[in-house]
């Protein structure tokens, strides 16, 4: 696999976590995700794949229903076989919003392991800070 084949791979794993995210589907958002992924961003920690369902269901039910993530992968590196580092710029649009406002701007670091026996990849880790 070339680094530009692993780059599309990676790229087409964050793509289906956006099209879960578009359809509210947290069963799909979190089927992305390691069973033993973490979740940073400010005020959360979600430890495992379960909590991650469990707290993207209750935020597309809630504060996120009717939302659309934005997030454009700024870099992408692959530090070591089978793992992936994406630094992106990323933000939430709320229901009639066009743009994320400045205070929910979002820089996200995304780390993404390759299973050796299908070649699948997934995220492992998730952390975003305000930019």
């Keep these: ?4 084949d692993a780059d599309q791979d990676v ?7 956006y099209a879960a995210w578009a359809d509210h589907d947290a069963d799909a958002f979190a089927a992305l995700y390691t069973e033993d992924a973490t979740v940073v961003m400010p005020g959360v920690l979600n430890d495992g794949r379960e909590e991650i369902r469990a707290y993207i269901k209750a935020g597309f039910e809630g504060p996120l229903k009717g939302s ?3 997030d454009e ?3 992408i590196r692959f530090p070591r076989p089978g793992t992936a580092v994406v630094v ?3 933000g939430i ?4 919003e066009s ?4 205070d929910r701007r979002r820089r996200a ?17 998730y952390h975003n800070a305000a930019v």
Excluded: F, K, N
């Design 88 to 90: 992106s710029e990323a």
């Design 1 to 4: 696999m070339t680094s530009t």
């Design 109 to 125: 670091t995304w780390v993404l392991v390759r299973d050796p026996a299908d070649g699948a990849w997934a995220i492992t880790s």
């Design 68 to 70: 659309r993530p934005l």
């Design 73 to 75: 992968p700024r870099r």
């Design 99 to 102: 743009q994320v406002p400045a």
């Design 11 to 17: 790229r087409a794993v964050l793509d289906r976590l």
């Design 93 to 96: 649009l709320l229901p009639g």
